[in-house]
């Protein structure tokens, strides 16, 4: 999970859908897509989350 959308190389947007976080807060999914280099390493199925600053 993100919320830097810079980070992905390819992304698509979701219109719905929460993520809950262990104390019970939630946060809406933007999007799902693959980040990575352009090169060598990609991680697929990554969510694009509203308000979230990190990379878990």
């Known amino acids: 999970m993100t919320g830097d959308r810079s ?3 390819n992304l698509e947007m979701k ?7 262990g104390d019970n807060t939630k946060k809406k999914i933007l999007g799902v ?4 280099n352009s090169t060598k ?3 697929n199925k ?4 509203d308000g979230l600053a990190l990379i878990f």
């Not at 990554?46 to 989350?49: A, E, G, K, S, Y």
Request: net charge neutral; charged share 10%; glycine share 20%.
């Open 46 to 49: 990554v969510f694009l989350i």
């Open 15 to 21: 219109d719905g859908g929460f993520v809950t976080f």
């Open 41 to 43: 390493f990609f991680i």
């Open 7 to 9: 980070k992905f190389t």
């Open 33 to 36: 897509g693959v980040i990575g």
